[in-house]
């Protein structure tokens, strides 16, 4: 599975990364960890949804609770796939 990573300054598409079906979200965070030096895996959300206009650029405390994936989640188990 092939996805593709926004930047957290302006949502620029930064790289893709390759993973098989069986890694979880956190092997993705890993991942994208890796590619973006600064950013920890820790400080990462991965979500189901692109954010929309009504929550994006309010913060995670308006970011719908059930769109955040939890890091043991199988990437096959996603809507990624």
């Known amino acids: 599975v092939v996805l593709y990573v926004l930047s957290p300054i302006d949502d620029s598409r930064v ?7 069986s890694d979880t979200v956190r092997h ?23 954010p929309s206009e009504k929550t994006h650029g309010m913060g ?5 609770a059930p769109w955040i994936l939890e890091d ?4 096959r188990d996603t809507p990624f796939t």
Do not use: H, Q, S, V
């Open 15 to 21: 790289c893709d990364i390759c993973l098989k079906p």
């Open 28 to 50: 993705a965070k890993n991942w994208i960890a890796t590619r973006m030096p600064g950013l920890r895996p820790d400080r990462i959300t991965a979500a189901k949804e692109r």
């Open 60 to 64: 995670l405390r308006n970011f719908p």
């Open 72 to 75: 043991t989640r199988r990437i």
